[in-house]
């Protein structure tokens, strides 16, 4: 047990008890279909947005949506939140297995070395920060760090991609079956395309690759908390390194060295957040890398996607919602109004879980814990305790809508002092470990992602011309 774990061993409780009632109400059992090796072209129902679409095999997660089960490399999440640290989470994403004492020692002291992104923070400085959406910063960081740190964009060291690359996006054959993964296009496990001679004499890296990954999830960290500095017309303060990741974390955005609570509070929620399957950002992050890209625009495109308000934007819009409610008394009429206008309840439902969503049985009691420290964070988790019931006796009974992870992330963070437009930068700081763990996964089986649309528009129009040309001849 680390020192940490030692001196926190009531935030350990609170994990066993949430994982001793999800045991209790969910009887997990993997689903046959969705955890055994599929021979392709594999059939599968789909619906709009891709719902049920099998894209690839994985070893990284398994989310078992009706029994509310969160798995990372075959480790319960109640577990890791119990056990481990983001650092050894971050391992076992990307390598697949738990680090010995010696591998995590390395790989935590690479991370540290990782903080430092001088440049990126000298260039993003010169952008109007405090104007700008803290995501759009962020995904502008992985842009300035890619030209910081790698060699992809110099003249005279661009890779010769000729090797890997055999055909382009539109020439492949579509209207074809599927090959599968034993025949896909463009394997390049054991050569290295990115790789130069003349990379040692500049000291420059390639884009992808596992280095990539460690300078992404340390590098985000480290933009995310300039941001919340510079917002508040501070400088960007230099990383601690005999700091963990979560306490480095707080330490860059508020100066102040977290207490052994808060620091394993935000460990927990970093390792929550860190994988969920196939969703929305992490799909956009590997649809970009299918096409050979790099992973700095690969992170970059996940943080683009993570932005919306469907997906990692709303613990920010549930903050705002309680704090519009107020009052417990206010909840009944509050939810009332917004059933009546067909408004989605931020916080509530989720594409796969149709049960407790496990990180939010986590969090829920990490926000109770935090929320007794202060008077305001207390009414928001009562207000937040109250809209829960009202919205699972309703929603909960006919739709199967409980509370998703964003519910209770929020008071979390707000307890801990983070301003709420950092709240999904946050999430992409812990989820860069899982965007870079399966896209170097995929990769060493790339096919790059091109599903089809039906086309349902018109055949044989006449062109009209310009000139003859009216709303009429539309
Ligand atoms: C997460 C989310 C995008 C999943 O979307 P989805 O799988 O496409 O589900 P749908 O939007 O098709 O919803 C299915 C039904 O449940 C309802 N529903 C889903 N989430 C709801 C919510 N938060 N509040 C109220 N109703 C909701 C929908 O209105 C729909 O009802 P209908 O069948 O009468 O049309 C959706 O639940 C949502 O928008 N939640 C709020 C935002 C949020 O918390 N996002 C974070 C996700 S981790």
Known sequence: MSELHKKTKEITELVFKSSRKAREETNAEPEPHLTQPITWPVECVVGPGLEGAIACESKIGYVNGLKGW????????FDLCAYSTYEEVSYLLLYGYLPTAVQLKAFKKNLIQCRNVP????????FSIEEMNPMAVLRLGTNLMRQEFTYIDRDGLVPKRGKVIGTDEDSIPMETVPRGEEHAIYEFKDSDPFKSKELSKFDLEPAIGYKSCYRLISGVATIAAAIVRIRQQKFPIDSDPELSHAANLIYMMTGKQPTPEEERIMDIALILHADHGIN????????????????????????????GPLHGGANEQVLHMLREIGEVSNVKSWYKKSRKKKQKIMGFGHRVYKAYDPRARILRPLAKHLAKRNKESGRLFQVAKALEKEVISTLGVKKRIFPNVDFYSGIVYDSLGIPPEIFTPIF???????????????????????????????????????????????
């Open 70 to 77: 969160l798995i990372y490399r075959g480790y319960d999440i």
């Open 119 to 126: 440049n990126t923070l000298r260039l993003l400085m010169s």
């Open 280 to 307: 929305a950002s992490t799909f956009a992050a590997m649809v970009v890398a299918s096409t050979l890209s790099d992973m700095y625009f690969s992170v970059g495109s996940g943080i683009a996607a993570l932005n």
């Open 428 to 474: 992409a700081v812990s989820r860069v470990s899982g965007w870079t763990s399966r896209i170097m996964e995929y990769l060493e089986k790339n096919r790059i992602f091109r599903p089809r649309a039906i086309y349902i528009g018109q055949f044989n129009k006449k062109y009209v011309s310009l000139e003859e040309r009216t709303n009429k001849t539309r």
